[in-house]
């Protein structure tokens, strides 16, 4: 997916989730079009709000491949205002700056955190914790039971919803899934940049 594209959705995906309802024609065209794989249906109808089967779609659509926002258009049918909002939105909006985009290099962008990173993330994250472990895919029980469990400490909380995340996807809990979640979150990429500074 194009970077125009994956801005798009990012800044749209609150709006989006309280729009759609995804289950009964997106996200079977998707899966039609060969953009879902079952596995990825299965954890979107499983998420316990239509809210949130919205966001998991959101959050799996960027790293999709080249034809997933066409597809996703296409999926609008039923919702024709929304997607003529978003082709409007594209043909006007500029690029993203350069302060927009980050930063890090592959070899870290690869790696999976460590405990001292996630905990200097955590720091960082403050309100937009919760929107980045539901972005990286951490069910809302969870994370309302992170919540509860450091009711007093917010990053205690945010620290126990991302090495949950971590433990939960192994190989796959890379810096570059948190860079995507991040932007989804609105939280500027220097938050990321100022924990791994210094691992190039």
């Known amino acids: 997916m194009e970077p125009a594209h994956r801005a798009l959705l990012r800044a749209h995906r609150l709006d989006l989730s309280g729009q759609l309802l995804v289950s ?13 794989t079952e596995s990825q249906v299965e954890d979107i109808e499983s998420q316990p709000t239509n809210r949130h089967k919205c966001l998991k779609l959101l ?17 609008l049918d039923e919702f024709g205002w929304v997607r003529d909002q978003l082709v409007l939105e594209l043909r006007t909006q500029p690029g993203p700056g350069p302060t927009d ?9 690869r790696k999976v955190p460590s405990d001292r990173d996630l905990s200097r993330l955590a720091s960082g994250l403050g ?21 509860s469990d450091h009711a007093l400490s917010c990053h205690g909380a945010a620290l126990a919803g991302l090495v ?9 809990a890379t810096v570059q899934r ?23």
């Open 59 to 75: 959050a799996l659509l960027p790293s999709r491949g080249p034809r997933a926002f066409d597809s996703f258009l296409r999926s």
């Open 101 to 109: 985009v980050c930063r890090l290099p592959d070899s870290v962008l």
């Open 127 to 147: 309100a937009q914790w919760e929107v980045v472990l539901l972005d990286l895919g951490l069910p809302a029980e969870a994370v309302f039971r992170c919540r």
């Open 178 to 200: 948190l860079s995507q979640s991040l932007k989804a979150a609105d939280v500027h990429p220097s938050v990321l940049e100022d924990v791994l500074r210094g691992q190039e």
């Open 164 to 172: 949950l995340w971590r433990r939960r996807e192994g190989r796959t």
């Open 24 to 36: 009964d024609s997106i996200v079977p065209l998707l899966y039609q079009d060969d953009i879902l």
